[in-house]
């Protein structure tokens, strides 16, 4: 199941960047070419639910889930050109929320979690005057930090697909709106969060988050 996941998300990165560059071929690339650009940027989180099971029913039915509350999220974004439309980018994205264990077998059920993602990937700039959408792809590490006694750190491979609006003011500044679907690799064969007694895996293949920023855009 997850291969085939996998194979899904990559094709469609790879539809993404096919529609953006037959946009751009057909506008013959009139726009100014792109440079260094450095975005601080703050917003809204959106989702990550699963489901988990626990080591003695792991031959049974999905038997919890952990629900992670919607909260705000902040971060940067660093992008350097590769092409005349074309960056690469850095991107690091902070969340501070809550999530709910519901499973009968543990004894802690509700705790504080930070989670972050940092990707490296690609953008595509297409044309505009003072204001340009792009598309992007980006591959990298999330990492969960449970606040709760027995709970043990997870870092796992993640990927994302963002899209958005660079609205420039001036020749040095503007702004920009993003938005981001992270989705992390879980493998339903390894254990997350607890350790010692507390022994709890994935069940899945994908953990999705959603995102919406607004962000200071400085053209360096």
């Known amino acids: ?25 057909r506008e013959r690339g009139t726009s100014e070419p792109v440079g260094w650009e450095l975005a601080p940027f703050a917003g809204f989180r959106f989702g990550g639910d699963f489901s988990v099971a626990t080591e003695a029913e792991l031959n049974a039915q999905v038997d919890g889930s952990v629900d992670v509350d919607n909260a705000p999220a902040y971060g940067f974004v660093l992008e350097f050109p590769s092409g005349h439309q074309t960056q690469w980018q850095i991107m690091y994205s902070h969340q501070s929320t809550e999530f709910d264990l519901q499973t009968p077998e543990l004894a802690i059920t509700h705790a504080d ?45 993640s990927i994302g697909f963002m899209g958005g609006y660079k609205m420039r003011i001036t020749k040095r500044f503007g702004l920009r709106l993003d938005f981001r679907a992270l989705g992390t690799v879980v493998d339903s064969d390894s254990r997350i969060f607890c350790s010692g007694g507390c022994i709890v895996r994935w069940n899945g293949s994908m953990f999705w988050q959603y995102e919406a920023t607004l962000g200071l855009n400085f053209y360096l």
């Open 1 to 25: 199941m997850l291969k085939l996941n996998l194979r899904h998300v990559f094709a469609l990165a790879l539809a993404l960047v096919s529609l953006g560059a037959q946009a751009q071929l």
């Open 113 to 157: 979690i930070d989670i972050d993602y940092l990707h490296f990937g690609g953008t595509f700039v297409m044309d505009g005057d003072r204001v340009r959408p792009y598309v992007g792809v980006g591959f990298g590490v999330s990492q969960f930090r449970p606040d709760a006694d027995g709970f043990d750190d997870e870092t796992e491979f």
